[in-house]
């Protein structure tokens, strides 16, 4: 019990007092897990409707790929990462190991499944004739895209809501790809599993409400905007 | 990219039809579910597809409107052949397809009606004007800021069917536009688009299993079965002269009776039916088996005998009968079973039950014969 005050104390004496060291982790957290999204979004939602619309030889295993994929264990992508970009890899020219980069591509691999499924489940709820509606009114095949994408915006939310819920809170890969390098590579979750290695209860206390405010703060704002946007 | 690139350019002969489909044939897997020989939509007309449900209406309405790629066949606008690719994209835009689900997007009324303008490169002001006219014109204008989700089933498809006028096509296509609305709504909604097709007498596919509608609104009516065309013509040749008993039966002419052709003088002929003798108006000719026709509205009922040009009256006992809306089925058994649609009002006042004896009237004209062959 006085472990979890102790660490509650510790946690806002830091963010208040302003810990540079603290701060710098979970701007980083926050900017390589944010980036490892984005580009997650970018590349998973476009496939996610594409294969809620085509019928093609070998969807289904795609389909089961991509749903294996959606549960796959961090520590499993962190593996298969470092297999890449490890010196003597496929992408070892690179030298990205141990850098921010190579978190945010493992963390791209363990957020682009769960937003391509998420994808492909909303857009295979809608009914199937809107797309000839769609068609019907005129669009291309890039403008339908854009306009099944806007159509399912709330649940679509969703799943950036799970993509980033998924690699904010991940540590396997992040440790394995990035090794915890203090300043670089340093994460929330490497922090604490360190702070815990190393007896500092507290200091893991800490960095824990912090990753859980984080992750709580984001999923409220675009909760915010999923809500009121089904109210408009 | 013109027009003219899209499709394959013919002969210069200009093609009375502005749709013309040849050797349409629609294949899911193994079961084949169109085969149409040819179907010709004609410039400034109505063209009905009727059919019972599953019939291959839908697909056809789906091929035509450029939606479907036919398994086979081809499909000529204004007499060029259509050629499949990204391009038809370009064909499209000429057409508007209105479902029978309204398929708003999830935004105002005002921007699902003004969507397709915008895609279409229609420019502002014009967009502006069109759609306010098209709103106001279904009755809709006062709801143009609310969310499309918001509105009623009946609104959902005024907005539905202003968004598809509002694109001013050169052939609309209308796919059951009535039948997920209340029977008040559809009342309504019946007689605006029946004033505002005669109106702007634009190119109208319209697919429908309701009958009525089809004699209303069309000029000329496709019957479909089983993914086939099995009668052209106008609604008059439809619904008066079906082809066959099938058809018979759908366009609602209920009483089937088989006879034997006794007499035939003048058009008129004498038919033997359970030993019981129906004149009809036909000219086929004695000792041959045919199939009579008659809709259950075409027969009156009166307690004693009428003295009127009916030249068919016969006696009958009531069997059932069942109120169906505004209207009461009566099943009779005159030696032949008859059924008979009166109005609830003279089912009372005629103070019928089942039991009682009735006259049952009809014309020599009201009867359709068809030969069995």
């Known amino acids: ?70 549960g796959a ?37 363990i957020s682009l499944p769960l937003v391509a ?116 | 990219m013109s027009q003219g690139q899209v499709l394959s350019s013919q002969s210069g002969v200009q093609s009375p039809f502005v749709l013309e489909g040849r050797g349409l044939t629609v294949r899911h897997g193994n079961r084949q579910v169109l085969n149409i020989q040819s179907i010709q939509v004609t410039s400034d007309k109505v063209l009905a597809l009727i059919g019972p449900n599953g019939s291959g209406k839908t697909t056809l309405l789906l091929c035509l409107a450029l939606l479907q790629k036919p398994t086979t066949g081809e499909i000529f606008f204004k007499g060029n052949r259509i050629k499949y690719g990204q391009l038809t994209m370009e064909l499209r835009r000429q057409f508007a397809v209105a479902f029978q689900e309204p398929l708003l997007l999830n935004t105002t009324v005002w921007n699902n009606v003004t969507l397709g303008m915008k895609l279409r490169g229609v420019k ?90 089809a004699q209303s609104l069309a000029h000329r009516v496709a019957v479909i079965m089983n993914g086939s065309i099995v009668q052209m013509g106008s609604p008059r040749d439809i619904f008066s002269s079906p082809a066959n008993e099938v058809i018979a039966r759908f366009v609602g002419m209920e009483n089937v009776l088989e006879g034997t052709v006794v007499s035939s003088q003048d058009c008129i002929a004498e038919i033997s039916v359970n030993d019981q003798v129906i004149q009809g108006v036909t000219t086929c000719n004695p000792g041959g088996t045919v199939n009579i026709f008659i809709r259950p509205e075409d027969i009156t009922l009166s307690l004693t005998k009428p003295f009127n040009s009916a030249r068919n009256v016969f006696q009958g006992l009531i069997t059932s009968i069942i109120p169906t809306g505004p209207l009461v089925r009566i099943s009779l058994d005159c030696g032949f079973k008859l059924i008979a649609l009166i109005t609830r009002m003279s089912c009372d006042e005629l103070n019928l039950s089942p039991g009682k004896v009735v006259y049952a009237a009809f014309k020599s004209a009201a009867i359709h014969v068809i030969t069995v062959k």
């Open chain 1, 117 to 232: 499924g998420f994808t492909m489940a909303t857009i295979q709820q809608l009914d199937p004739k809107l797309r000839l509606q769609i068609q019907a009114l005129g669009a291309s095949r890039a403008q339908m895209l854009w306009l099944l994408i806007k159509e399912t915006r709330l649940p679509l939310l969703a799943a950036v809501m799970a993509g980033f819920g998924a690699v904010i809170s991940e540590v396997g890969a992040s440790m394995m790809v990035g090794g915890n390098i203090p300043g670089q590579t340093r994460v929330l979750t490497t922090a604490t599993v360190m702070e815990v290695g190393k007896g500092d209860f507290g200091l893991a206390m800490a960095l824990s409400i912090i990753l859980m405010l984080l992750a709580f703060t984001v999923n409220l704002i675009l909760t915010m905007i999923q809500q009121q946007s089904r109210l408009k």
């Open chain 2, 124 to 213: 502002g002001p014009e967009i502006k004007k069109r759609a306010s006219y098209w709103l106001e014109r279904f009755g809709v204008a006062l709801l143009a800021r609310q969310n499309a989700r918001t509105l009623s089933g009946g609104e959902a498809q005024r907005v539905n069917l202003a968004r598809a006028f509002a694109l001013q096509p050169e052939v609309l296509f209308l796919d059951e536009p009535f039948a997920a609305v209340d029977t008040p709504t559809r009342q309504a909604l019946f007689g605006d688009i029946m004033n505002i097709l005669q109106e702007t007498q634009v190119t109208t596919v319209l697919v429908t299993h309701d009958r009525n509608e």
């Open chain 1, 1 to 70: 019990m006085d472990l979890i005050i102790e660490g509650i104390v510790r946690s806002f004496e830091l963010l208040i007092s302003g810990n540079a060291e603290v701060w710098r982790i979970t701007f980083l957290s926050l900017t390589l897990s944010g980036t490892a999204v984005l580009l997650s979004l970018c590349i998973g939602m476009p496939a996610g409707v594409a294969l809620a619309l085509n019928q093609f030889w070998g969807r289904r295993f795609v389909v089961s790929v991509l749903n294996t994929g959606m």
């Open chain 1, 73 to 109: 264990p961090p520590v499993v992508v962190g593996l298969l990462v470092s297999i890449f970009i490890w010196r003597r890899g496929l992408l070892g020219f690179l030298e990205i190991a141990y850098t921010p980069y190579a978190i945010i591509i493992a963390q791209f691999v």
